[in-house]
């Protein structure tokens, strides 16, 4: 049977027989990995160029959208190129790329998605304290940490997930190489390990929010953020103001949702439950949807990064008739 030293190559899922319909899926995912650009450039220039957006929460926003490129430039690319050659090999070496750079912008994404339920507790419930605890050096630090704290997550399971010897053949039933799947081909009870890998990864969260003067906390922390915004806000006596801070936080909270359910269940169920189509689903709404739906969401409800947009279309009209 072959090991882990022998594996010279992953073969990614096929998502047809026939090629006409693999350029038809490559078309697709060209599609949307474009729009994610576009997106993403966006929100990345408005807010740059923009000084009425200098401030913490389209700070984190600017983080956000880098971490949305990095994640599905590491998926989507490698699926359009095998889709449209009609192939299904990675290589051992970029396998493990995957996984690594994969895991890092994903992990760094949901600790930063924490961060920024924190932002916008702090500026809802506790508005007279937000600029001493959400200062220009606090988000500098809170942003530093969750992109550290996606690094360590990646070394860890990146090092767990390929120290395994795998003796179930060579084929990934997905379009990119995710830690459940290539768990499937190892010889050892690789799921109890993993798990004990997602366990330090909860104690290295827990230790990170004490030495970072309260910038993280577990999805419990979000849930019970959200409470208290949501009693705020239907405190205010001004409708204006509530759907001021309901088109800030809405968007937020269906981002975390999407986000983290679908990660969960994709990481944390057991391998009992399985189905090719389902994990495929599963796969796609937690790396591909966010990044390509983040900006629209964001563009849909906030009305200051409209109108950021929309001065970019113009000064760029105005600078290239």
Known sequence: MPNSNSVREFLL???ADMHELQLLHFALFLGIYLAALLGNGLILSAVACHHRLHTPMYFFLLNLALLDLGCISTTLPKAMANAFWDTRAISYQGCAAQV?????LAGAEYYLLTVMAYDRYIAICKPLHYGSLVGSRACAQMAAAAWGSGFLNAVLHTATTFSLPLCQGNAVDQFFCEIPQILKLSCSDAYLREVGALVFSIYLFIYLKQKNQRAFASFVFIVLSYVQIFRAVLRMPSEQGRHKAFSTCLPHLTIVSLFVSTAMFAYLKPPSITSPSLDLVVALL?????????PLIYNM???EVKDAVRKLFQYMLLKHP
């Open 13 to 15: 899922l096929a998502f």
């Open 100 to 104: 690594f750079f994969f895991v890092f």
């Open 286 to 294: 937690y790396s591909v949807s966010p990044p390509a739906l983040n």
């Open 301 to 303: 409800r906030n009305q």
